[in-house]
């Protein structure tokens, strides 16, 4: 693999760029700061919702793009608009919130700046609750996150949600584990989304070749990602499907993985 033909990288956020509580190392933000001085692109590529992944950006200063909600907004900061987006449809988000309120499930509806809740709002995560649907009528919303403690209800909504064009991602690990008491998740979206789909796009838009890219990834969701002809790096806590794919296996985010790779190899 040929590092110098690197001209964008593209960094997922949690388990990559961010440790097991959520922080960021300085020497990750120098790692970021040196590749930017070499005139190489740094884009966050996320399944966070966009506010949330905006505080980060700004937090790691990096470039002026940024993809969140798994790949169903691209949002260009020198236009300050997206150049790509993908909503869910009126009668989708009806018929999930309607679904989760019967069965006592927590749902997110992921918008730009808030995500809008029906139980609960977590301290620092720019949501507001809502009492009815309505309420979002004139609201874009780019993905939907469930929560419950309750498989039986989860699994059925899991079927309901794939017959219905949309599709399921970021599945909380309790789900392999299958135990009593387990809190389960996962994110929905618009059929055909992906972190890979939406990058493409990127290099279209900016005339990039696929070996131009660098890809910094850790969970499933970022395996659409390394199916493409990019540098991949897998960080050492990566899911192990990613590590098959990984050209690279760097350190893990405990180690900050990034900055190592970053030092050693540019």
């Known amino acids: 693999m040929k590092l110098e033909n690197i001209k964008l990288i593209t960094i997922d956020i949690d388990g990559t760029l961010c440790n097991n509580q959520s922080g960021i190392n300085e020497e990750t933000i120098k790692a970021i700061e040196k590749v930017k001085d070499k005139g190489i692109i740094v884009v966050l590529c996320t399944g966070r919702w966009f506010y949330y992944s905006y ?145 493409k796009y990127l290099l279209n838009t900016l005339q990039l070749k696929e070996e131009n890219v660098l890809c910094f990834g850790d969970g499933e969701n970022d395996i659409s990602l390394f199916d493409g002809n990019y540098v991949k790096v897998a960080m050492g806590n990566a899911h192990p499907l990613l590590k098959e794919k990984a050209d690279f296996i760097t350190l893990s985010n405990e180690e900050n993985g990034i900055s190592y790779f970053i030092d050693k190899y540019f």
């Open 55 to 199: 505080l980060i950006h700004e937090k790691v200063k990096a470039s002026n793009y940024l993809i969140t909600s798994n790949g169903s907004e691209l949002y260009d900061f020198n236009k300050n608009d997206y150049l790509f987006n993908s909503k869910i449809n009126r009668n989708s988000i009806a018929f999930i919130w309607d679904y989760c309120l019967k069965n006592n499930i927590n749902c997110y509806l992921n918008g730009n700046p808030y995500r809008y809740i029906n139980k609960y709002c977590p301290i620092g995560t720019e949501c507001k609750m809502i009492n009815d649907i309505e309420e979002v009528n004139n609201i874009d919303i780019y993905q939907i996150i469930v929560e419950s403690y309750n498989l039986d209800v989860m699994t059925e909504l899991e079927q309901l949600i794939t017959n219905n064009n949309l599709i399921i991602g970021n599945k909380s690990v309790s789900y392999s584990e299958r135990k009593l008491n387990s809190f389960y998740s996962f994110d929905i979206n618009n059929k055909g989304i992906s972190k890979g789909k939406t990058l």
